[in-house]
C-alpha cells in the first residue's frame, strides 16, 4: 500500500481499519467468552490487560544501558539501540544515559499510563486498539523518505491517543515525587519538542532530576535539533537511573490505583441498576 500517488490516503485507511479491527475483535470477543461464563471472560481481560503493560521490560533495558555504558561506550550504544529511534553509533556516554532516561519518560506514558486510560474509557477493547495506535506509529509513523507520508496518519492518531495520557502522566509523576513546585517547569519545557506529548512527561522527569533533556540528535542519518528540556548540563549516572525508576514505578502504582478504583466504582453501578 506504501506505493504509488496515494500514499497518504492508504496510510489512513491501513491505519484506521487495523485499529477499529483490533477494537471489535476484541469487542466480540469477549462478548462470545462471557456467553460461555462471565469469570472466564473477566480472566481474558486481566491476562490482555497484563500483556498490553510495558513497564518492567523498559525499567530492565534502562538498567541495562546504565550498567553497559559504564563498561564499555560501544556496549552502551548497543544497548541503548534496542530501546531508540535515533542513531547511536556516535552517542558519547552521557548522550546514551539521557536517550535512555527521555525514553523511559516517554514510555512511562505510553507503556503503562495510556493504556490504562483508554482501558477506563473503553474497556479492554479500547485498551487493545490503543496498542495498535502505539505500534503503528512505532513502525510507520516517521518523518522520512519512506513513511512520510504512508505514515502522517498513525503519527497524527497517536498524537491524539496520547494528548491527555501524557500530561496525566507527567501530573503522576510530580504528585508521586512531591515536589509540586515542578508545575511550573513542566509548564515552561513541556511544549518544548516536536512531538506535542512526549516533551511532557519528560519536562517532569528533568525537573525531578534537576537536569538536561533534549539537544540535537541524528535520526536516520540527518540532525535534528531538539530545544533543550532543562538547563542544568550535568552529567547523569546510575543513581539517577535508579531515582527515574523510582518515579516510574510510583507512578505506575498510582494510576493502577486509580484504574482499580474506577474498576470498583463501575462494578457497584451496574449492581445497582
Known sequence: MNKGNCRTFNGAIFAISLIFAVYFLMYFLLKVICLVHPFLSAVFSAIIIFFCLAGKTLINEVRQVFVTTDLSVEEGRTQVARIVGRDTLSLSPQQIRTAALETLSENLSDGVIAP???????????????????????????????????????????????????????????????????????????????????????????????????????????????????????????SDAEKAININLKAEIAMIILTTIFVLINSVIIQTR
Open 116 to 238: 490504562l486510560f483508554w482501558f477506563i474509557l473503553l474497556g479492554t477493547p479500547g485498551m487493545l486498539a490503543y496498542k495498535m495506535v502505539n505500534t503503528l506509529d512505532s513502525m510507520i509513523g516517521y518523518k522520512n523518505e519512506r513513511y512520510k507520508n504512508f505514515g502522517c496518519w498513525a503519527a497524527r492518531i497517536d498524537d491524539v491517543a496520547n494528548y491527555i495520557p501524557a500530561r496525566l502522566t507527567a501530573l503522576l509523576m510530580i504528585i508521586v515525587s512531591g515536589r509540586f513546585s515542578l508545575f511550573s517547569f513542566v509548564k515552561k519545557y513541556g511544549n518544548k519538542h516536536a512531538s506535542p506529548n512526549s516533551g511532557y512527561p519528560e519536562a517532569a522527569l528533568a525537573g525531578i532530576l534537576n537536569c538536561r533533556f533534549g539537544g540535537p540528535n541524528s535520526y536516520f542519518g540527518k540532525t535534528v535539533d531538539k530545544p533543550y528540556i532543562g538547563s542544568n548540563d550535568r552529567v547523569i549516572t546510575s
